[in-house]
């Protein structure tokens, strides 16, 4: 495999099936003296530094207070009713859109990748405890079954595989940053078998440091959790009282401000600190892709599900490819690089179910 870092073409192009939609709009990813001396005092230099610092401060607050991916704003001037079903035409429901789908899909190879919070699992207060219902375990198996299948995670590649428990299937975890091979069994362990890819491997050790000093420094605010997802961290604040996520922004911007070779995104409720590297989940899904040997195929169908800002990265990478389809997990109307929709993880697990209905009878 040459050139996993593939540069991904701005074009607008068109979805590879039946149905052309049109991008929704999205303010979210829009792209993005010489002749002496004047002498400032380290109070005023200071003050400056800190008015920044408010600023960036105050503008993470605003963007934790919406969901993930952002609300539409361009309908800001419809009814609740009227927004919704504007959507709902531009992202119809992968259900409702089902045999379309399908039937598009004759022929050619279909790809599952599957982010697991909010799609596989519901989002919960805890995310120790953020399981998935034994049928969408079978579900997601019997997929596997007739399908190359990937779970593509913000999750430690070994935590998600704790909740998962299926050994055929690929697990990219820490958001794309490291990814593992389908195995008959996950027992062995000696000289990292069956990982693929690890791209941000030289920065581990700073990962583990930053994430010992944001436990340290957050332990103050109830609510706040640190997760150490081995490539990345997450600092999720979904128990944290709104009137504190000031101070959880604040400390955690104070750290990274000696980690330049860190930065910081957001999730659906969680802080996300990740390595500068050019590297994410649409990244993953096409490293992923070439390893199955599809990178240049017009026969395959690669199909992505996902609920957060950042599976947004996959989506825009299926658009750019002209082919495949991204399905956003939401009941909110959202701005979204995906072509379809469906509401809550007992759709998807309804999606995956007629999927390998299909796939049997053909």
């Known amino acids: 495999m040459t050139n996993h870092n593939v540069m991904v073409s701005e074009a607008k192009p068109t979805i590879g099936l039946k149905i052309t939609l049109t991008p929704s709009n999205s303010s979210l990813f829009s792209q993005p003296s010489p002749a002496g001396y004047i002498t400032i005092s380290r109070k005023k230099v200071q003050k400056k530094r800190d008015c920044e610092g408010g600023t960036k401060a105050n503008a993470w607050i605003d963007s934790m207070r919406d969901s993930s991916p952002t609300r539409v704003k361009s309908t800001a001037?419809?009814?609740?009713?009227?927004?919704?079903?504007?959507?709902?035409?531009?992202?119809?429901?992968?259900?409702?859109?089902?045999?379309?789908?399908?039937?598009?899909?004759?022929?050619?190879?279909?790809?599952?990748?599957?982010?697991?919070?909010?799609?596989?699992?519901?989002?919960?207060?805890?995310?120790?405890?953020?399981?998935?219902?034994?049928?969408?375990?079978?579900?997601?198996?019997?997929?596997?079954?007739?399908?190359?299948?990937?779970?593509?995670?913000?999750?430690?590649?070994?935590?998600?595989?704790?909740?998962?428990?299926?050994?055929?299937?690929?697990?990219?975890?820490?958001?794309?940053?490291?990814?593992?091979?389908?195995?008959?069994?996950?027992?062995?362990?000696?000289?990292?078998?069956?990982?693929?890819?690890?791209?941000?491997?030289?920065?581990?050790?700073?990962?583990?440091?930053?994430?010992?000093?944001?436990?340290?420094?957050?332990?103050?605010?109830?609510?706040?959790?640190?997760?150490?997802?081995?490539?990345?961290?997450?600092?999720?604040?979904?128990?944290?009282?709104?009137?504190?996520?000031?101070?959880?922004?604040?400390?955690?911007?104070?750290?990274?401000?000696?980690?330049?070779?860190?930065?910081?995104?957001?999730?659906?409720?969680?802080?996300?600190?990740?390595?500068?590297?050019?590297?994410?989940?649409?990244?993953?899904?096409?490293?992923?892709?070439?390893a199955l040997g599809y990178a240049n195929s017009k026969d395959v169908v690669p199909v992505y599900i996902g609920d957060d800002r950042t599976d947004e990265d996959a989506f825009k990478v299926l658009r750019n490819r002209g082919q495949g389809l991204g399905i956003l997990v939401s009941k909110a109307p959202k701005d979204t690089y995906a072509s379809y929709s469906l509401q809550e993880p007992s759709e998807v697990n309804e999606f995956l179910r007629r999927l390998v209905d299909w796939k049997r009878k053909q």
Not at 249 to 259: D, I, K, Q, W
């Open 77 to 290: 001037s419809l009814s609740d009713t009227e927004r919704q079903s504007y959507w709902i035409a531009h992202h119809p429901s992968a259900l409702s859109e089902f045999e379309e789908i399908v039937n598009a899909s004759k022929g050619k190879k279909i790809v599952m990748f599957l982010d697991y919070d909010g799609t596989l699992a519901p989002i919960v207060e805890d995310p120790d405890r953020a399981f998935m219902t034994s049928e969408m375990r079978e579900a997601v198996r019997d997929v596997a079954r007739y399908f190359p299948t990937a779970i593509v995670t913000g999750r430690c590649r070994d935590k998600v595989f704790s909740f998962v428990k299926l050994a055929g299937l690929y697990y990219a975890g820490s958001h794309g940053m490291d990814i593992e091979g389908p195995s008959k069994s996950r027992k062995y362990k000696k000289d990292n078998q069956g990982v693929l890819f690890q791209p941000a491997s030289e920065f581990l050790p700073m990962i583990d440091e930053v994430y010992k000093t944001l436990k340290e420094k957050t332990k103050s605010i109830p609510g706040a959790k640190v997760e150490n997802n081995k490539f990345c961290l997450s600092v999720h604040f979904r128990c944290v009282d709104e009137k504190s996520w000031g101070a959880l922004a604040e400390e955690v911007r104070l750290v990274l401000n000696g980690y330049p070779k860190l930065k910081l995104t957001q999730g659906r409720k969680v802080l996300e600190i990740r390595p500068t590297i050019k590297w994410d989940k649409g990244r993953a899904l096409e490293f992923l892709l070439e």
